[in-house]
């Protein structure tokens, strides 16, 4: 024996191969378990970020509409509002139901001609309707403003409104309620003319004390502050956050007006959530588009219907997968390389190992003399 295989170091490779597996194979492992909770942990994390943001949004939202009508409420409440209905209704006191008719039917013949050019500037010039213009003026939300007493007819307004008889009308029909009085909102509208969305909001004008109907005090209040509630959240080029009704029709989103009349795909894909309480807890969703893109898409309702039929409106905030869960994709991109290249250099060893063995056992064969098994005759 030579004196440099003397003293050349024995490497126990066995031993090395089995204390490397016990400390790769369960890392890798582990790092491949954290990855699938990593998953599922930044859906919850995102999902209810993006369902915090919704139902901030659709607070502001509730906010802005319950003002307005405690504002038009409290219009109506003045007591020079109440007075010029009061005043108005005398006129009814003993009058038979045929005599009104052929009332109506006069006036409103004359409303549009010249004829009734006198009238209608009386209506709109009274003290009221100075008033009603004044909030117009400072409060430009207010778009018109109307004043009927107990049976329908016009006593104050902004402008000239297209009839003098509102009564045969459906939103009158709501505010007058069998003469309960009942606060109606009409469903959201596109003006053409201004290109601003509108809603009508309807309060009863009731007598003091005895709570009786005796008038209506109807608005038109522009909601274009909504899209800019909506549009304020700024959350990346490919999220999105809109304004729907609950049939999926789009009030406002990014690129698109109620008068495109198009609907949600954000909203077709949590309106199964919505059927559930559990869903509507939960408040968010992952699910794939057609195409095969992935979304996150959370959910939160304006909680408007309760008190206004029309308004059946929810908040949706939606982002592709692929850029909303880019923070830790980066991360698990990274554990995935470090375990799969820990995988692959234990295999490459394992590999060394066995043909280290194999010429090992050749090299003792030859040395000896001694024939492999396959050698022999």
Excluded: C
């Excluded at 009274?126 to 049976?151: A, F, G, K, M």
């Excluded at 709570?211 to 274009?224: Q, Y």
């Amino acid at each position: 024996m030579s004196i440099q295989n003397a003293y050349e170091p024995r490497i126990p490779y066995t031993r090395v191969l089995f204390l490397l597996m016990l400390i790769i194979v369960p890392v890798s492992i582990y790092g491949f378990f954290t990855i699938s909770q990593a998953d599922s942990r930044m859906q919850e994390s995102i999902g209810g970020n993006f369902r915090t943001i919704a139902e901030s949004n659709a607070f502001e939202i509730s906010s802005f509409i319950h003002d307005r009508v405690t504002q038009s409420a409290m219009m109506a409440a003045t007591p020079e509002v109440r007075r010029i209905a009061e005043q108005a209704n005398t006129r009814y006191r003993g009058m038979a139901t045929a005599a009104f008719e052929a009332m109506v039917q006069e006036t409103e013949r004359r409303w549009n001609l010249p004829e009734g050019a006198a009238l209608v500037k009386e209506i709109i010039s009274n003290p009221v309707s100075e008033n009603l213009r004044n909030v117009i003026r400072l409060d430009p939300r207010y778009l018109r403003i109307t004043i009927t007493d107990e049976r329908g007819a016009v006593i104050a307004a902004t402008h000239k409104t297209l009839d003098f008889y509102q009564a045969d009308e459906e939103f009158w029909q709501a505010i007058h309620s069998d003469g309960r009085g009942k606060i109606n909102i009409t469903d959201v509208l596109y003006d053409d003319v201004t290109r601003a969305n509108y809603i009508g909001i309807g309060v009863p004008i009731l007598e003091p004390g005895s709570e009786r109907f005796i008038g209506s005090l109807d608005a038109l209040v522009d909601v274009s502050e909504l899209s800019r509630i909506v549009k304020r959240a700024t959350m990346g080029p490919t999220a999105r956050i809109s304004l729907v009704k609950d049939d999926g029709v789009i009030i406002s989103a990014p690129n698109t007006t109620l008068s495109m009349n198009l609907k949600s795909q954000d909203f077709d894909a949590v309106s199964d959530l919505l059927q559930t309480q559990e869903g509507r807890s939960k408040g968010y969703t992952v699910t794939a588009y057609p195409g095969g893109s992935k979304h996150v898409v959370a959910v939160a309702d304006t909680g408007l219907k309760k008190d206004y039929r029309n308004l059946g409106w929810f908040v949706l905030v939606a982002q592709d997968t692929q850029h909303a869960f880019a923070p830790i994709r980066t991360a698990n991109t990274l554990i995935s390389f470090i375990a799969l290249a820990g995988l692959a250099f234990l295999t490459l060893l394992v590999v060394i190992f066995d043909m280290n063995r194999k010429r090992q056992y050749v090299d003792m064969a030859s040395a000896t003399g001694v024939k492999a098994p396959d050698e022999q005759d």
